[in-house]
């Protein structure tokens, strides 16, 4: 019977007509090329973070799995399997006394799936993953194996290799399949993470201040309330105060999991209820501090279901934008349980990140899966594309391609390197149709 793939947050699923786990690169060209013969198209999937429909296929779909761990080190460089978790890669990274700059909140995702969707944390002079990758192993719709580097001054299928790096390093999948990721990397560090209540309307007056005055900035608004959850995460000479067992379970596990469940599943079943459950949960927020390895202060517990919408705007708006959705909350009679979360990110030279060429804020909108609110994020969208926002490749948006080529300066370089390079569509499915146009016919 064939297998049918579920995303995490269970809106996504695809059955194909063929799944294959492949252990090396070999058996991934191997795999592209049969599916080419027989006319099918190809997708690999990662673990299943992405909430839109980037991955499905009805062809063959290759798991990840047998591609994981660390191939090869070197001086200040790690190379790891596309299928190697980010959880995995920092542990190995921390026993080795390395770390990545920079991380994403979640750590369940393959370094492929993050890097090919754009993860990028929050941070005022460090981007995201794929602004810390130095070279990309690919196998290309004809089965041909290549490594694309920063640095490389090669061509490919007549295609520079350093416009091929800057495309790849946020391909969506579309370019090849990544079978190994190289990232920069640099001795461990600590951060010191300061968590502190905060007003809405104070942060709206000291945006600026908030964002140039720390490393990596997140901040959470709570719907139907003036109270910000504030992180400031910066590097720290130590010594290390991690949380104690207990504080790390009653913080991470029970209260950010356990018991938000539960606020969600009861605002679910009585929505009245909402903004008064917000306002107690803003109550029970308080300074806290502790200092811990990098990779455990950025990375967070989330084991609450949700769907969630994200676009990336230009810096200066974030202000104006942040305000425009909380009046759009107070106008409309949404009862939304999930705070909005705010990061930040300097410009990107990779050419469909959110972030590229432009220093960048993130507002992010979830509900909580069982009761979706496709309103909510349709007046969050209207205004994000009013201000030139990018969504986020992962998340729930509804542009098109005509809509992104606006927005994106390199789309039509990008479009021509993945029309080189794959002129049958073997990598693209009904999802890249949409967002990134279909490939011409020949």
Request: some cysteine; charged content about 20%; proline content about 5%.
């Amino acid at each position: 019977m064939a297998e049918t793939f579920r995303n995490w947050a269970r809106n996504q699923s695809a059955t194909p007509a063929e799944i294959r786990t492949p252990a090396d690169a070999g058996e991934v060209s191997r795999a592209v090329r049969d599916a080419a013969a027989a006319g099918r198209r190809v997708r690999m999937i990662g673990s299943g973070h992405s909430f839109t429909g980037v991955a499905l296929t009805d062809g063959l779909l290759l798991r990840p799995e047998a591609l994981a761990g660390i191939r090869s080190t070197g001086e200040g460089r790690v190379t790891a399997g596309a299928g190697t978790t980010i959880r995995a890669l920092n542990a190995e990274l921390h026993r080795m006394g390395l770390a990545l700059a920079n991380m994403g909140d979640i750590d369940a995702q393959t370094v492929a799936g993050a890097v090919q969707t754009g993860t990028h944390g929050t941070g005022r002079d460090v981007g995201g993953l794929a602004d810390q990758i130095l070279a990309l192993e690919l196998v290309l719709a004809d089965g041909e194996i290549v490594t694309v580097r920063g640095d490389g001054d090669g061509t490919i299928r007549g295609v520079a290799e350093r416009d091929l790096f800057d495309a790849a390093r946020v391909g969506l999948g579309a370019l090849g399949v990544i079978t190994a990721v190289t990232f920069r990397v640099e001795p461990s560090f600590l951060l010191r993470s300061t968590r502190e209540p905060m007003s809405l309307t104070s942060i709206l007056a000291s945006l600026d201040e908030l964002t140039g005055g720390n490393e990596h900035l997140d901040f959470f608004w709570m719907p139907h309330t003036d109270t910000c959850l504030t992180k400031r995460n910066n590097r720290s000479p130590g010594p290390a105060r991690p949380p104690g067992a207990f504080k790390y379970w009653l913080d991470n596990h029970f209260m950010e999991n356990t018991l938000f469940g539960a606020v969600c599943g009861i605002g679910g079943r009585f929505p009245g209820a909402v903004p008064r459950l917000n306002a107690l949960s803003a109550a029970a927020l308080s300074v806290s501090t502790h200092t811990d390895v990098s990779h455990r202060v950025f990375a967070s517990v989330r084991r609450v279901r949700f769907l969630e919408t994200e676009y990336a705007i230009a810096r200066e708006h974030l202000g104006q934008a942040l305000a425009q959705v909380r009046d759009l909350v107070e106008r409309r009679d949404w009862r939304i349980t999930f705070p909005v979360e705010v990061r930040v990110s300097p410009a990107s030279d990779a050419w469909l990140s959110t972030a590229y060429g432009r220093p960048s804020a993130y507002i992010a909108c979830h509900v909580y899966r069982p009761t979706p609110n496709p309103a909510y994020f349709e007046g969050v969208e209207e205004i994000m594309t009013a201000l030139g926002g990018r969504p986020h490749w992962g998340k729930l948006h509804t542009r098109d391609a005509a809509y992104l080529a606006t927005v994106y300066p390199r789309f039509a370089d990008f479009l021509a390197v993945r029309d080189a390079l794959d002129p049958a569509g073997t990598f693209t499915n009904d999802h890249l149709d949409t967002v990134l146009g279909r490939v011409p016919a020949a």
